[in-house]
């Protein structure tokens, strides 16, 4: 009995582990204007400048509206990307060309974050399972940016050289 008690014990301690590991799913939160509010009128500004350039310049590719939310000496930290505004009106206007622009960031976001003269967009990143091409997952991808003189000075994000 005691042998089968210690089996059992060994078995649980096995899978535990793997269960407590088990991803939950990264989730949108559908109320964008939820995620733009805040405590403090400059942080919510701060957020709706970097909001509005995601939807308006970056989804919907209207990169002569770049001037009105991006500084002209815009430092970029993505390793594909120069830095500059006429470089990334430059690279980005390869891949896109003006589409409508949507009342809503169409992107998957799960937060808003302000501080100071930071704004960090989170969205739902998802993925192939590299064990299993057949199987996706969900992660997180972060874009961060710097605000200055009411425009966006800088640029983070988890990019990587391809």
Known sequence: MKKLFAQCVLAIAVILPVAAHAQVPVVEQPDHEQLLKSYD???AWNKRLVY???REVFEAGHMDLAPRYMAEDYIQHNPTVATGRAAFIEFFSQFVSPQPIEPRV???LVAITAEGDKVILSFVREMTDPQDPTKKYTTTWFDMFRIE???IA???DAATKN
């Open 41 to 43: 009128w400059r942080l």
């Open 52 to 54: 509005d350039f995601w």
């Open 106 to 108: 169409k992107a998957r």
């Open 149 to 151: 003189n009411g425009k």
């Open 154 to 156: 800088e640029h983070w």
